[in-house]
């Protein structure tokens, strides 16, 4: 699957993100884990999170179509939910040449470190929701 976001748009994001010279697309960097650990570190902590659409939006939904997206974080300067930010990243990644899909998982807690209890997500005895939704390399 190809990215959503044009050459142009990942320019724009990469620079968005200030992203050291040498990841630019222009320098041709390897994609190898300290390009990933670079993008991943600047898209943190220029893109945050929050979920202020939840509460605060007429409809109280999340939009993923990528290019609501790209608009809401880079021409708004907004940030966005966990599912937002997964399905930017992921175009992101595979318009820089990064083999990428993205994979549902659950969380378990933990007692004294050790897993314990029932996995939280799509169904759970009590209710509970705990999706996340994530990239995978």
């Known amino acids: 699957m190809a990215s959503a976001y044009t050459k142009l748009q990942i320019d724009r994001y990469l620079d968005y993100i200030a ?24 898209q943190l902590s220029t893109i945050p999170y929050e979920n202020l659409s939840l509460h605060y939006s007429e409809d109280h939904t999340v939009v993923l179509d990528p290019q609501a997206l790209y608009n809401k974080f880079l021409e708004n300067g907004r940030g966005g939910y966990c ?55």
Not at 25 to 39: F, G
Not at 113 to 136: A, E, L, V
């Open 83 to 137: 599912m937002e930010l997964s399905i930017f990243f992921n175009h992101i990644l595979r318009g820089l040449g990064f083999q990428v899909y993205t994979a549902g998982a659950r969380v378990r807690n933990r007692l004294n470190g050790i897993p314990h209890g029932d996995f939280m997500g799509w169904y759970t005895r009590k209710g509970n929701s705990g999706n996340q939704d994530d990239n995978m390399l």
């Open 19 to 42: 992203i050291p010279a040498q990841f630019c697309r222009n320098s041709n960097p390897i994609r190898n884990v300290e390009y990933l650990t670079a993008l991943h570190t600047h």
